[in-house]
């Protein structure tokens, strides 16, 4: 519980494209929860989670280089609950994209389980350079 960047991820698919050519190179590492875009541009970034039954008004936010840029959230306490939000943000090959439990209870947590309730998906929408 408590207040947390969400780390540890597992990557089920990533790939960036230029023209015909996909790039093997890895823009979110799995390890800090970082997503560095590849491009200038406009994102659409999203993400999902699955909240603990019994704990307390929790919140995740979206996060480029510490500031919240969405949030969301759920204070029902007697069961588990899902909830996600989607953004279009303007970002630089210089952002620094994560996601972070923003509650601070001892019981506020988040279940993981084989069917992959917690996601995170960023794909740019509009370059901004030629």
Request: hydrophobic letters at 25%.
């Amino acid at each position: 519980g408590g207040a947390n960047t969400i780390t540890s991820w597992n990557r089920n698919t990533e790939f960036w494209r230029t023209g015909a050519t996909v790039s093997g190179t890895s823009y979110f590492n799995t390890g800090t929860g970082i997503f560095t875009p590849p491009k200038n541009g406009y994102y659409h970034i999203c993400a999902y989670s699955r909240f603990k039954l019994g704990g307390n008004s929790v919140e995740m936010c979206i996060r480029n280089g510490g500031s919240r840029i969405a949030c969301y959230g759920n204070a029902v306490q007697y069961d588990w609950r899902s909830t996600g939000v989607c953004t279009n943000q303007l970002l630089t090959t210089t952002s620094s994209i994560d996601l972070r439990l923003e509650s601070g209870g001892g019981s506020d947590c988040v279940e993981e389980t084989g069917w992959q309730y917690n996601r995170f998906t960023a794909f740019l929408i509009q370059q901004s350079e030629t």
